[in-house]
């Protein structure tokens, strides 16, 4: 009995790496490292401008303002940092740098990771393409270690073998 609640412990381990989250690696470390940077250069920029107290021509709106970009800029970046595809068992949640979907399995119909883009896309079965930019080529081996675990899913869990066109008689 103990080997078989091994196996069926290895059974789950196997599982929850194959429904691990997608997560860029390069990408999200810059991006979060550019962020703090952000936030610190355009706080100092903002605290140390030279106002009308100090002969300066820089009101306390200009410092706002400055600020205010410094926060825009690292929620963009906190935002890239941020994408993930999620997968379950019943489909894949992608969230990329503006929008969020989720996308059933049976509509997957095609994966790439080739060519000039910068990450995975896929391709639907309504023919739109969905890219993926949580598996970016940036990471190298890692990234093609991870289109190649979604291309599994996909043809583990994805539309069977029988054109949707084939109608059963």
Known sequence: MPVVNDTSAAG??????????????????????????????????????????????????????????????????????????????EGLT?????TTRVVPWRSIVDVRFGGGDPWVTVELDDTDTLAIMAIQKADAEYGRGEASRLAALVQALGPSAK???????
């Open 94 to 98: 992608v969230r990329n740098l503006i």
């Open 12 to 89: 789950r381990s196997d599982e929850a790496t194959a429904f691990a989250v997608f997560q860029p690696r390069r990408g999200r470390v810059m991006a979060l490292g550019m962020a703090a940077a952000t936030l610190l250069l355009f706080g100092v920029i903002a605290v140390f401008l030279p106002g009308p107290a100090e002969a300066g021509t820089w009101r306390t709106g200009d410092k706002i303002f400055f600020a205010g970009v410094g926060v825009a800029i690292a929620f963009l970046l906190w935002r890239f940092a941020s994408i993930r595809a999620v997968p379950t068992r």
């Open 163 to 169: 054109s949707p066109d084939v109608t059963a008689g």
